[in-house]
């Protein structure tokens, strides 16, 4: 059997894992390369492998750097059957549909309508635990708890026992169940997006976030929070909710202006039964879990523009994550140089962002073609990532110390993976690598 890797290598984004057995090829993800000019410029460089070839293609989850190349590889050729949880394709479609937006707007080409359309044509949902079999490999989903119908994927090939973990979630998920802990595992794909780092404990990501919504409301200042649309906004309403509801917070007009957001939130409403427990008692208690008194979705572009004529305070949550476009945009260019205003960072920037820019502390940029100084307050929280830190990902690997053979730590920047691989080493004894672009592993 032989794994290759045609994108998260020693990086996050990209995700794109081919594996070969006999005559038959099944991919795992075949996401989009984000964040600088070169990493995004390998979207349209030709896969290393045939498309036509592949049999099948299953996804993990539905972020953009895991399924926004399947169009383009269905352009190419690939005619296989894609596999995915239900609320996956549910969010994979919206998504996708965005990012094709604006691609148009730039005037890029990965894909076109026609390839989108052919892809939900082709596209089957697959619940938990549902076993399926492509060829000669047998594959079902368990639950990663990442985002709203995440997966990691089981596959047994060749007598052999593998898990690509996908994202694993972050314990815990301030909405979703943990991930499921799966015992067994003979080869391990893992992600390593934190595999150096450790998240705050949850009670202080909640006092921070308090703590900034307090903030902004004294000085009279905007509050503004680039989230994605799924997951991330899904978690600042729910909290929100709670600390109005129990008056922890003042009150103020707070915005969703975000129509992808939005409609990943009403997408959310249709799956409660993924929510952990505590969550599903709340529901029954207080229904409307992401909705509240002086919250408005801003869906249209006159209803984004009427925000600017609300005199903060004020929260604005609104695309993209990471600042890479969206209508967080607009309003970083009217309230960055405010140094009342805060920009609250909640999730991973990817190198070159321009996210990560801010974090790392520039004190002018260019934003819609106009130089802006940073004047306003950068925080950044990150125990609300979605993703597993350091010691929650070597725990998942040690759980199946006494069955791995080999390790692979994928989705994170070179000094995560390689941290990550070699602490597995050093503290299991089990074999363990950070692979390359396109390198090629026989097990």
Known sequence: MRLSFHGGAREVTGACYLVESGDTKLLIDCGLFQGSKECEDLNFEPFRFAPAEVDALVVTHAHIDHVGRIPRIIREGFAGPVYSTPATRELARILLEDALRLAERRGEELYTPADLAKTFAVWEEVPYHSVREVGG???????????LGSAMIELWIEGRHILFTGDLGNIPSVLLRPPERLRGIEYLVIE??????????PEERMLRLERAVEDAA????????????????????????????????????????????????????????????????????HPNLFRFKRLRFTETTEESKAINHVPPPKIVIAGSGMLQGGRILHHLRLYLSDPKSILLIIGYQAA????RRLVDGEKSVK?????????????????????????????????????????????????????????????????????????????
Not at 192 to 201: I, P
Not at 232 to 257: A, G
Not at 371 to 376: L, N, R, T
């Open 137 to 147: 490999i047998r594959f079902q989903l368990a639950d990663a708890g990442h985002i």
């Open 192 to 201: 390593s997006t934190y595999g150096n780092r450790k998240h705050e404990d």
């Open 218 to 285: 004294s000085r009279g200042g905007a509050l503004m929070i680039p989230a994605f649309a799924a997951e991330r906004t899904q978690d600042i309403l729910h909290l929100l909710n709670e600390m109005l509801l129990f008056k922890r917070i003042p009150e103020m007009p707070v915005f969703v202006d975000s129509p992808l957001a939005i409609k990943a939130t009403r997408i959310y409403e249709r799956y409660p039964d993924q929510y952990r427990e505590e969550i599903q008692q709340l529901l029954r208690e």
């Open 352 to 355: 070159g962002s321009l996210g």
């Open 367 to 443: 934003i819609l073609g106009e130089d802006v100084p940073v004047a306003a307050e950068i925080r950044k929280i990150s125990g609300f990532s979605a993703h597993a830190d350091n010691p929650q990902l070597y725990a998942f690997v040690e759980a199946n110390r006494e069955s791995l053979k080999r390790v692979f730590t994928v989705q994170g920047e070179e000094a995560q993976a390689l941290h990550l691989a070699q602490e597995i080493k050093d503290r299991l004894g089990v074999q363990a690598d950070a692979p390359e672009m396109y390198e090629e592993a026989e097990i």
